[in-house]
């Protein structure tokens, strides 16, 4: 099983392993091909380490370790549209795609990362667990590009949008981030494609001369 925020190999750096001394690297610690053992008192404290509690689940990640080919999720309906599990799992994939760190500012709390969609899950039924139809951004960013305020061009550079002027707060913010090139990951980097119709379709309006 895989936590919803999984640990990754950098919030391990201080962490005292009562089973044995990592030592100055992770070479030799595990046997050859990972982890053979550990004590009860090591596990109980990555638990803790990973934020789990009785209102936090855990997620199969059987499909998490090979690409799905399958991307698409049908609308469920109870009195409102609900997202549920496969929401969860594009999250929880683009943001392991992402290294947990906001591909943008670079921010790495995990409190203010979002899986933002390129094409919305209401655009575009067939796409909405596609990885590479995603991009880790912190939640201040996820919004001005949910709402058009930012987009991407076709080199991944940043491209703000003249109505962000409207608000000097929101401008003075953004503007840094002008022509800067996203952190492009190995795998599921972002589909041109989904970036287009991002462009078309939600940005607000013709990059501004800075």
Same mark, same amino acid.
């Given at each position: 099983?895989?936590? %919803? ?7 391990? +750096? ?5 089973? &044995?001394?990592?030592?100055?690297? @992770? ?8 982890? /053979? +053992? ?5 596990? @109980? ?49 683009? &943001?392991? /795609? ?20 390129? $094409?919305?899950?209401?655009? /575009? ?24 305020? %930012?987009?991407?061009? +076709? ?6 949008? /003249? ?29 041109? $494609? ?17």
């Amino acid at each position: 099983m895989r936590f %919803i925020d999984p640990i990754l190999q950098s919030d391990l +750096e201080d962490f005292q392993w009562a089973f &044995k001394p990592r030592g100055n690297t @992770w070479a030799h610690f595990f046997q050859q091909y990972g982890m /053979n +053992e550990i004590t009860a008192d090591d596990f @109980w404290r990555l638990l803790k380490l990973a934020g789990r509690g009785e209102k936090q689940d855990t997620l199969l990640d059987t499909h998490l370790r090979q690409e799905i080919l399958d991307h698409s999720v049908e609308d469920q309906y109870a009195r409102v549209k609900v997202r549920g599990s496969p929401h969860q799992k594009f999250a929880l994939q683009v &943001k392991l /795609n992402y290294q947990y760190q906001c591909a943008i500012s670079g921010i790495k709390a995990k409190a203010f990362l979002v899986a933002s969609h390129i $094409v919305p899950w209401s655009e /575009n039924q067939a796409h909405r667990k596609n990885p590479r139809n995603g991009i880790c951004l912190s939640s201040l960013l996820d919004q001005a590009f949910d709402q058009g305020f %930012i987009t991407l061009d +076709e080199g991944l550079k940043v491209c703000i949008a /003249n109505q962000a002027k409207q608000d000097a707060s929101l401008y003075a913010y953004l503007k840094p981030y002008h022509g800067k090139r996203i952190d492009v990951p190995k795998r599921f980097a972002p589909d041109p $494609v989904f970036l287009a119709w991002h462009r078309a379709h939600r940005f607000l309006d013709q990059p501004n001369d800075l």
